[in-house]
């Protein structure tokens, strides 16, 4: 039973793996960006999946048979597999001879007494993590409202539901378990779901768990490989400066996977942008955007955003041509999963809650209503007063403002552009909305705030950090 | 850094015991009891089939949307209409008294009985 699921694992990392290591360069030192490729990888081979089961489920609803599931799965990895040796250039297919490992720019060396500091930090700040995350998983086995009422509800429909699989996005008494939101995570437990021949909540549990832990490892990742292990330690450990993030990891949301897909989208954009960019990285950076898009409704904003954020970027630094050009590599991995999330949007008949139930008028009635202008920012200053915790964020604060600036503000432009104008659409659907605002504000104001806060800590190494990641001397920029 | 680790040590041990102390004595909303509760219904019916709904609280009481969400979960994949105007109905009462109340109030057959208040039920016309 659990043999199914984690060749089902290794399919999505191995498909994956094909995807982001084929795309992006090969770095001068080999293993600089590794971790981050990893968890990049991750995310696009789960994204990869979990389509692909949908799409078993369309043509082959009435076959439940695991071991053909299985088959089919394991053909996309294949696929995956065949499709990335082939277009490998012939000066990659060989084993690359082991350089000298590059100094990483702005390489930070700290002596032994920092050295054990930091391990003890580190292992005291995953221990208390993972001691919270275990107790509030054991207390709601189940997670919270939305993982019952929304994501886990689809998911049992589509590994349980046979023929009649697809009610739950059509029929109308589901109408309030949101047909329209995006299928990632359901179709991805339901997968795991169907080759362990379960239904267990440990696979929602560990999904989540899973998401958190990438989030972590490419703050991590990146940090150490771009600055060393103070950064990256110190990024990481930030990540609990809003203990909230622990909590939402239990709850099942569909928040966590979506915070680690913005993380990832923004670091690879800001590597691609960065000096000596390649544009593979874009491209990458566009599927872990799509995979976004395809977690939650909020990835379509964020996907949009990153967009803009890299065209304004590029072209106030080089030209618009090159801006364009930039558009157009993220693009290119983005628009596999946009197509699939606007067809699924397109073939089910519920429309989406805050968009398609209300008139222009109406819409503009709110937002020229004062009052909800005050109460959007009343709560934006609460969570501001009551998500972090104060000391833990001041001294984030004092080692980005203590390490100084970088030369190349690029990348961090680009990461902060594209969370302001996420952050824009945030406060523009809280002023349409046609739900009671304070319920919309209290329910939801603060996951925005624990999607975003891992991308704000990398924009805020990128003020320190130059995101510059050499490769190879035979790797040529496109 | 040696202000960052104790701090760190300052805010993670409290925040763990906090967190565990909070979990426990938090109101217990039951959202795991019932769908363990509910767990070992089963319908043998073919997915996709709608099954009626009765429960002690009334769709205008904000805990319908609750105990109806957990159980159309549980339930999946059968359709759980919110009304009990169907032949085979979920009831999900508080306790076996209202659970017989409901049963013989409205001349039903009780088919399972997997836990106090839980039971599935169905019309006389169902039966025959």
């Known amino acids: 039973m659990m043999a199914f699921a984690l060749i089902g694992i290794a399919n999505a990392v191995v498909t994956g793996a094909c995807l982001v290591f084929r795309i992006t360069p090969q770095t001068a030192a080999r293993h600089q960006m590794l971790v981050v490729k990893a968890c990049t990888a991750l995310i696009v081979g789960f994204a990869i999946h979990s389509v692909s089961y949908l799409c078993w489920r369309v043509a082959f609803a009435d076959i439940g048979e695991r071991i053909a599931f299985l088959l089919w799965d394991s053909c996309v990895t294949a696929l995956m597999c065949v499709l990335a040796y082939a277009t490998l250039p012939r000066s990659r297919r060989a084993w690359p001879a082991r350089e000298r490992p590059a100094t990483l720019v702005g390489s ?12 003890s930090l580190f292992v005291i700040v995953v221990e208390g993590a993972a001691v919270i995350l275990f107790d509030q998983a054991a207390y709601e086995r189940f997670g919270a409202w939305d993982a019952w009422a929304i994501w886990n509800l689809k998911a049992k429909w589509f590994v349980l539901g046979g023929n009649a699989w697809s009610r739950v996005l059509t029929d109308p008494s589901f109408v309030n378990a949101h ?96 000096h000596n960019g390649h544009r593979g990285w874009l491209t990458v950076g566009g599927l872990v955007a799509g995979a976004a898009l395809w977690t939650k409704n909020e990835g379509i904003l964020f996907a949009g955003s990153a967009l803009l954020a890299v065209v304004i970027v590029q072209s106030a630094r080089a030209t618009f041509a090159s801006a364009l050009i930039s558009a157009r590599s993220i693009l290119v991995g983005l628009l596999p999963f946009f197509i699939v999330s606007i067809g699924m949007k397109l073939l089910i008949p519920t429309g989406n809650d805050i968009l398609s139930h209300q008139s222009f008028s109406t819409m503009w009635t709110h937002v020229t209503d004062t009052s909800r202008h005050v109460a959007i920012l009343s709560h934006m200053w609460f969570l501001a007063r009551t998500l972090p915790d104060l000391i833990g964020l001041l001294l984030l604060l004092a080692y980005v403002v203590s390490s100084g600036r970088v030369s190349s503000l690029a990348p961090a432009a680009a990461t902060g552009v594209t969370l302001a104008l996420t952050s824009i659409g945030y406060y523009a659907i809280f002023l349409i909305t046609p739900n009671d605002l304070t319920w919309q504000l209290t329910t939801s104001g603060s996951r925005l705030a624990v999607q975003m806060w891992p991308s704000v800590i990398l924009a805020l190494m990128l003020w320190t950090v130059d995101a510059t990641v050499r490769p190879t001397s035979h790797e040529s920029r496109p | 850094m040696a202000a960052l680790l104790i701090r760190s040590v300052f805010l993670i041990v409290p925040a763990a015991m906090r967190s565990h102390v909070s979990t426990r004595s938090r109101p217990n909303d039951g959202t795991s009891e019932r769908i363990e509760r509910l767990a070992s219904i089963t319908f043998e019916r073919p997915p996709g089939a709608t099954i009626g709904y009765a429960t002690v609280v009334t769709p205008a009481d904000a805990e319908f949307s609750r105990r109806y969400g957990i159980a159309r979960y549980v339930v999946a994949p059968q359709i759980l209409d919110s009304t009990d105007r169907h032949s085979v109905v979920l009831a999900d009462f508080d306790s076996d008294s209202q659970l017989m109340a409901y049963v013989h109030q409205h001349n039903l057959v009780l088919r399972q009985h997997p836990g106090a208040g839980v039971g599935v039920v169905e019309s006389g016309a169902a039966q025959r």
């Not at chain 1, 930070?108 to 391990?119: A, G, N, T």
């Open chain 1, 108 to 119: 930070r060396s700290v002596s032994r007494v920092v050295s054990w500091s930091l391990f």
């Open chain 1, 179 to 274: 047909p329209d939101y995006p299928l990632l995570l359901p179709a991805s437990v339901a997968r795991l779901w169907m080759l362990s021949g379960t239904t267990s909540a440990i696979v929602p549990q560990a999904f989540g768990c899973a998401a958190a832990v990438t989030t972590f490892a490419l703050l991590l990742g990146v940090g150490w490989a771009l600055c060393g292990p103070v950064t990256g330690i110190v990024a990481a450990t930030s990540v609990f400066t809003i203990p909230q993030f622990v909590w939402l990891t239990a709850t099942q949301y569909a928040d966590i996977p979506l915070s680690c897909s913005y993380l990832a989208t923004l670091i690879c954009v800001a590597v691609g942008v960065g």
